[in-house]
C-alpha cells in the first residue's frame, strides 16, 4: 500500500514523503500511530503542506536540540558488571539501563526507542547513537567493565596498566636474559668442543709422523 507520510519516520521517510510499505505496517502501525495517512488523490494535495509544515517544525526542533546533542556526544556512560574468562556478561547491560543513564547525565528523558542499540552482552567500549531528530543522530560512548576491577579511566586503572606494563617489561627482560645466558653457553661450548677436535687431530698426527 501507498502512504503519506505525516510525521518523520526514521528509516522510512520524512513529512510528505509518499512511500510504498506492507498493508500491515501501514495499517497496524504508521496510520493508528498518526505517522500518515493513505495516498489517495485527496491526501496528496496535501502533500506540500505537510512537507513545508514539518521542516518548519524541524529546523526548530534542530536548533532547539541542538545543545542536547553535543552534550551526548560527550558522554562516556560506565557501567560494571559481571562477566567470564571470555568477557561476555552474565546478563546485559539494557537499552532500558541506558536510557536512564543518558537521562541522568542530562537531565532530558530520552525514550529507549530513540537509541540505536542492541542490549550490551560483552566488556568492553561500545558507541551508541541517539535519534534526536531525522537530522540530529548523536553517538556517545558506553563502557562496560568487569565487576570488581578499576573503573577504565581512572587513576587506579592507570596505575594497574602501568604496574601490569612494568611486570611485562620485567618478564620479557629476564627471558631475554636467559636466551643470552644460552647462547653464550652454547657459544663456549662449541668453541671447547672445536678446541678438543683440533687437540685431537695434532695428536693423531703426530701419532702418524712417528
Sequence with gaps: MKVLLTKDVFKLGRAGDIKKVADGYGRNFLIPQGLAMLATKGAMKQADRIRIKAAEQRAALNEELGGLAAQIEELRLIFPAKA???DKLYGSITSQQVADAVAKET????KKQQLEAQPIRTLGEHTIAARLTMDLVPEFTVIVYREGEAVPGSKEAEEEAAAKAEAEAAEAAEESEVVEEAETSDETE??????????TEESEADEDEA
Design 84 to 86: 567470564g574468562e571470555t
Design 107 to 110: 537531565g532530558f528523558n530520552i
Design 190 to 199: 662449541a668453541e671447547e668442543e672445536a678446541e678438543t677436535e683440533e687437540a
